[in-house]
């Protein structure tokens, strides 16, 4: 019922979601002299505009995750109460 | 580990850690977590300014989540947000600069002038916010019409009515928030928090949020939304005027970011269950304790003793501590309570009334 219901695909994204900044979170930090130098090649403006592109990015990302999240821990109550209104008629 | 400078190595385990702290307690309370973030950089050894501008890209990232978050709720007054947000740019602009100077005169007396600030302006919300508390908790137990307002967000204040009457023009009606100001009030709370945001790295929402309760006079609800909207502009223009000069560790604010979201997921979550009471008692809570850590950091700058340094990394992790420890209580009590569990006469008065419902 929860993966028909779109649970597992809410789960997914929100669980992508989180991955994706992880992984700007590892790229950042492992390859931090690269970052540097592009940050460098660019203006101070650039600079900023680049980092602040990235923080929004990374917030947009997590409010997805956190929406996603929420929408299939919702599936999953809806689905659980569901099936135990299920048992009980049956009982 | 991380490696900041040349001397500064920071442990990512521990920030990631420490930002999910910081995000139980700021989706508890709804609120940034910038004034406990800039602390926690500062005296984990990284330098004043780019510590100001790592937590102010967690805290725009954390804000923008958080707006996303109230507009589909519909707690937002766009009109209002967007005047306090004008102020708050001039007002964040002027906090960069105002920072910069100070930096020619020296890193050190930088940091002491910023956790002087930080100090002050803690102590002054923390007492403020205690008393207010306490005055609703007695209020609640006696069972006072005035208490109940409150808890529905409908506090009038004499400083309110009185800025609320001050014909300055241009008088603005705001209909989301149900009442009419000069839209100069707005644009100069928003200003003064701005400075704060640029000078600090502070989102300024504990300073927002409860000025515009006690003194525009707005509901609770409406103030979390609007406070966030002039936040955000304001946080993220001063994140991009410090992104200009270099001053953001990228890595350290999305490892912290990862902490702080699954944080504020769960402590926002947990609101659900409690009365605003509750809410408030631990945003006074959380505001007091994150005293302690500036403290014992600028008795370090001042005496040079290295146990004070010590003292200050022991007590940022305490001033986190005491409101996720609260956070945690209140949150297994309700569960007790929705699971018709017995649960201790204080308990039951900070409970949501859902929870009462669900389990009677």
């Known amino acids: 019922m929860w993966l028909r219901h779109g649970g597992l695909l809410a789960a997914t994204m929100a669980v992508l979601s989180v991955a994706a900044v992880a992984f700007g979170a590892w790229f950042t930090l492992a390859h931090s002299g690269d970052w540097q130098a592009l940050l460098d090649s660019l203006s101070s403006s650039g600079m900023g505009l680049a980092t602040l592109a990235v923080v929004l990015l990374s917030g947009w990302l997590m409010a997805i995750a956190f929406q996603q999240a929420e929408e299939a821990v919702a599936l999953f109550r809806k689905d659980s109460s569901a099936d135990a209104e299920e048992e009980a008629d049956r009982g | 580990m991380v490696e900041v400078t040349t001397d500064v190595t920071l442990n990512l385990y521990l920030l990631a850690?420490?930002?999910?702290?910081?995000?139980?307690?700021?989706?508890?309370?709804?609120?940034?977590?910038g004034y406990l973030i800039t602390p926690i950089l500062i005296i984990m050894g990284m330098p004043a300014a780019m510590a100001v501008g790592t937590g102010l890209a967690l805290v725009t990232a954390n804000t923008l989540i958080a707006v996303i978050r109230h507009k589909k709720l519909g707690h937002l007054d766009l009109k209002m947000g967007l005047i306090t947000a004008g102020g708050t740019m001039l007002g964040a602009e002027g906090g960069v600069r105002l920072l910069h100077i100070l930096e020619n005169y020296g890193q050190r007396l930088a940091d002491v002038v910023i956790l002087g600030t930080l100090l002050a302006t803690l102590i002054f919300v923390g007492v403020a916010m205690l008393r207010e508390v306490i005055?609703?908790?007695?209020?609640?137990?006696?069972?006072?019409?005035?208490?109940?307002?409150?808890?529905?967000?409908?506090?009038n204040t004499a400083a309110c009515n009185f800025l609320q009457g001050l014909s300055i023009f241009p008088h603005i009606r705001f209909?989301?928030?149900?009442?009419?100001?000069?839209?100069?009030?707005?644009?100069?709370?928003?200003?003064?928090?701005?400075?704060?945001?640029?000078?600090?790295?502070?989102?300024?929402?504990?300073?927002?949020?409860?000025?515009?309760?006690?003194?525009?006079?707005?509901?609770?609800?409406?103030?979390?939304g609007t406070n966030l909207v002039g936040s955000f502009v304001g946080v993220t223009f001063s994140c991009f005027r410090h992104a200009m000069f270099g001053n953001v560790e990228l890595g350290i604010a999305l490892t912290m970011l990862l902490g702080m979201s699954l944080g504020t997921f769960i402590g926002a979550q947990g609101t659900s269950y409690v009365r605003g009471l509750a809410v408030r008692y631990v945003l006074a809570a959380s505001v007091t304790a994150a005293c302690f850590g500036p403290a014992a950091k600028m008795v370090y700058f001042l005496t040079d003793a290295a146990v004070w340094n010590t003292?200050?990394?022991v007590v940022t992790v305490g001033q986190i501590l005491i409101p996720v420890i609260m956070i945690a209580v209140l949150l297994l009590m309700a569960y007790r309570h929705v699971r018709g569990s017995e649960v201790p006469e204080w308990a039951q008065r900070l409970m949501a009334p859902q929870s009462h419902s669900a389990a009677g």
């Open chain 2, 17 to 33: 850690v420490l930002g999910f702290g910081v995000g139980l307690i700021a989706g508890f309370v709804g609120v940034t977590g």
């Open chain 2, 135 to 155: 005055a609703s908790s007695r209020e609640l137990a006696n069972g006072s019409d005035d208490a109940s307002a409150a808890e529905e967000g409908e506090i």
């Open chain 2, 175 to 224: 209909t989301k928030s149900k009442l009419r100001i000069s839209g100069w009030i707005v644009f100069a709370l928003g200003a003064a928090v701005g400075i704060l945001s640029g000078f600090l790295g502070v989102g300024g929402g504990f300073i927002l949020c409860p000025s515009l309760i006690y003194l525009v006079g707005q509901s609770s609800l409406m103030a979390v």
């Open chain 2, 311 to 313: 003292i200050s990394k």
